[in-house]
Every structure is written in C-alpha cells, then in structure tokens.
C-alpha cells in the first residue's frame, strides 16, 4: 500500500542542525508532493513547508523560512526535511505527508502520513 | 494566517453516545476547504473527512461533517471505546495551512 517511512529519533543540542528522512513506497514518488508537519508534545499540528520531488521545488511556512530545507533524492524516492539552530522550542514529532491531487492540481489535504519522528532538542 | 478553534478542548462520553466536535475559524475558510484527522494515541493522524463532508476511503459512516463560513463540526455517532482520540481540523484554503488545536474524545 502506499507509505511514508520515516527516519529514527534524533537528539541534538541547541544551536545544531536535524535532517529527518521520509522514504516512499507503493506509489511513484515524483509524482507527489512531500510535505512536513510538526507537532510539539500537547499541541496542536503545524505546517511547515512543501517539496516538489519532481523538480525540487519547494515552499515554506514564513515561520520556518529562515530555518528550514526540505530536499529529495530521486534514486531513492527520499524526501529529507533539515532545520537548522534548533532551540528547545523545536522539540516535537516531525511528520511527512502527502497532499491529495484531483486532474493534476494539489488540495492540501493529507493522506497518508508518515508515522512521525521524534527530535529532542535538550543540552 | 486562519486561525482554528476547536471546543470543547475534552469531551467525555459513554459508548453509543453521541459526540459533537465543533472547528470555528477567525475568517471564512475558502470553498470548503475543511478536514478532520484522527489521531490515536502514539500514531501519526489519519484522514477522516474532507472538503467539509466527504467521508476519506474506508472511514466508518458513524463519521460525519458538517458546515460552511467559518463554523465546522465533526459529528460522530454510537461512539465506540475504539474512537478514543484527539480530532484535529485543518484548513486548506488559504496558505499557510493551518490546524485547531485538537479535541480529546474520552471514553467513560
């Protein structure tokens, strides 16, 4: 079926960068955007940005605009979201998901998601 | 940005009631553009309903939306121990996406 797999937990110390992988199966990964959701422990989901896995394009949150990079490696049909300076506030579960596409246009829905990634940022 | 505000933030009812999960918006949400997740404990969410209404593949019929504006609700019926969750609600209208902060259906 199609799924999103995404990479372990991660620990890091403040002012450090975190790359979190997605890879996709059971469906053709250049055909879908990626996109990454983040949910700090008893809040709500938070949208952070879009990749294009087609053409790299990508698309972000004006909250994360400075801090993040979401890139792809084809070969593999890998989505990676990296944020960098990390503070104590960016510790959350980091979720891939995919929007729904009718006749070639996007609707920001999402199904499926990964199954999350939780990234620790403590020093 | 759309600012979501779902209430109550916890709603606790016996199984076969009924459960009413209300998502209001700070402006009107464009063409419909409204889901609900379900999110159980320790999973990632899942798709419920989209475009206000549209019940998403495999979803029981006991799940139903409702509404237009800004006023949303989420309705779920005979409730069962398994609908145990957190319900989130999420605009897709207008970037950035946005989402509520979620209600917590219990089961007594």
């Known amino acids: 079926q199609e799924q999103l797999v995404q990479s372990g937990a991660e620990v890091k110390r403040p002012g450090a960068s975190v790359k979190v992988s997605c890879r996709a199966s059971?469906?053709?990964?250049?055909?879908?955007?990626i996109n990454w959701v983040r949910q700090a422990a008893g809040q709500g989901l938070e949208w952070m940005g879009w990749?294009?896995?087609?053409?790299?394009?990508?698309g972000y949150a004006p909250k994360f605009q400075d801090r993040v990079s979401m890139t792809r490696d084809t070969s593999t049909g890998t989505a990676y979201m990296e944020l960098s300076s990390l503070r104590s506030e960016d510790t959350a579960i980091y979720y891939c998901?995919?929007?729904?596409?009718?006749?070639?246009?996007?609707?920001?829905?999402?199904?499926?998601w990964g199954q999350g990634t939780l990234v620790t940022v403590s020093s | 940005e759309i600012v979501l505000t779902q209430s109550p933030g916890t709603l606790s009812l016996s199984p076969g009631e009924r459960a009413t999960l209300s998502c209001r918006a700070n402006?009107?949400?464009?063409?419909?553009?409204l889901a609900w997740y379900q999110q159980k404990p320790g999973q990632a969410p899942r798709l419920l309903i989209y475009?206000?209404?549209n019940r998403a593949t495999g979803i029981s019929d006991r799940f139903s939306g409702s509404g237009s504006g800004t006023d949303f609700t989420l309705t779920i019926t005979r409730l069962e121990t398994e609908d145990l969750a957190v319900y989130h609600c999420?605009?897709?209208?207008?970037?950035?996406?946005?989402f509520g902060q979620g209600t917590k259906v219990e089961i007594k």
């Open positions: 998901a995919r929007p729904a596409k009718t006749s070639g246009w996007y609707i920001y829905y999402f199904d499926p």
């Open positions: 475009d206000v209404f």
């Open positions: 990749m294009n896995p087609n053409t790299g394009n990508t």
């Open positions: 059971g469906y053709t990964f250049k055909n879908y955007d």
């Open positions: 999420q605009q897709y209208g207008t970037s950035p996406w946005t």
């Open positions: 402006q009107t949400v464009a063409s419909n553009t």
